[in-house]
């Protein structure tokens, strides 16, 4: 198997709801406000009102629950949930704080998004497999994605 680039995107990171401690840890929901996709065969817009991370923090790792709704250029709605983990380093905490960024590889922060839709032109991302890395900048959060395929 290897690695295929399946696009890059970007969310705004909005207000973040500290649920409080749970017994699995500290819950945050946050908020998301908008974004952009970009790949050779996957380009358009996060939603707004339809995204948002249900993280857990627990033993210095955000444990990511992320539902999003991707919105085509040519108007397909596809349906996008990954998990995933981040290790919250001091440059983590920093970026967090608007006190920087971070670089993919910095730090352990890596999801595994699936995709769904009923767009007959996008089918084909309801079978496919995909991992992702992440970054942290002012007010974003940044996805590089990659399709598993066969050699």
């Known amino acids: 198997m290897k690695l295929e680039p ?6 705004n990171l909005g207000t ?7 017994p699995s840890g500290n819950r945050l929901i946050i908020e ?3 974004g952009e996709f970009k790949g050779e065969k996957l380009n358009g817009k996060l939603r707004d009102a339809s995204c948002a991370d249900w993280m857990t923090v627990s033993e210095g790792y955000g444990h990511l629950d992320v539902r999003a709704t991707f919105e ?12 995933g983990v ?5 440059g983590i905490q920093a970026a967090l704080a608007g006190e920087g960024d971070t ?4 730090q352990v922060f890596f999801t595994q998004p699936r ?3 009923g767009d007959p032109r996008y089918t084909w991302v309801n079978n496919i497999l995909c991992v992702g890395q992440g ?4 007010g974003k959060v940044e996805y590089q994605v990659f399709q598993l395929v066969n050699d």
């Open 32 to 34: 998301v406000h908008g």
């Open 103 to 106: 670089n993919f590889g910095d």
């Open 72 to 83: 085509t250029d040519d108007g397909a709605i596809i349906y996008v949930q990954y998990f």
């Open 6 to 11: 399946l696009m890059t995107y970007y969310a």
């Open 16 to 22: 973040v709801l500290d649920v409080g401690s749970a």
């Open 86 to 90: 981040l290790e919250f380093t001091p």
């Open 115 to 117: 995709m769904q839709t």
């Open 135 to 138: 970054r942290l900048l002012p």
